[in-house]
């Protein structure tokens, strides 16, 4: 497991999510990915938990209710 988060911000997310990956953060794909990464049996989800931990976990799925919320 990760020892330390990928991203220490939300900033940080948002700028490598929007612009890097070049992925329009829009209310629906948010909903989408809170709903799979709070799904512990999903694939994606239990590497994810095994890579970078619980807590890394919990400050992302925080990031995408963020983004959902505000739009930004």
Same mark, same amino acid.
């Given at each position: 497991?990760?020892?330390?988060?990928?991203?220490?911000?939300?900033?940080?997310?948002?700028?490598?999510?929007? $612009?890097?990956? +070049?992925?329009?953060?829009?209310?629906?794909?948010?909903?989408?990915?809170? =709903? &799979?990464?709070?799904?512990?049996?999903?694939?994606?989800?239990?590497?994810?938990? $095994?890579?970078? +931990?619980?807590?890394?976990?919990?400050?992302?799925?925080?990031?995408?209710? =963020? &983004?959902?919320?505000?739009?930004?």
């Amino acid at each position: 497991m990760a020892t330390a988060d990928y991203f220490e911000t939300y900033e940080e997310w948002h700028e490598a999510i929007t $612009r890097r990956c +070049g992925l329009t953060l829009t209310k629906t794909f948010c909903e989408e990915r809170i =709903r &799979a990464l709070s799904d512990p049996k999903d694939a994606s989800t239990r590497d994810f938990v $095994r890579l970078y +931990g619980e807590g890394y976990l919990r400050k992302v799925i925080s990031w995408f209710e =963020r &983004a959902a919320g505000t739009g930004r």
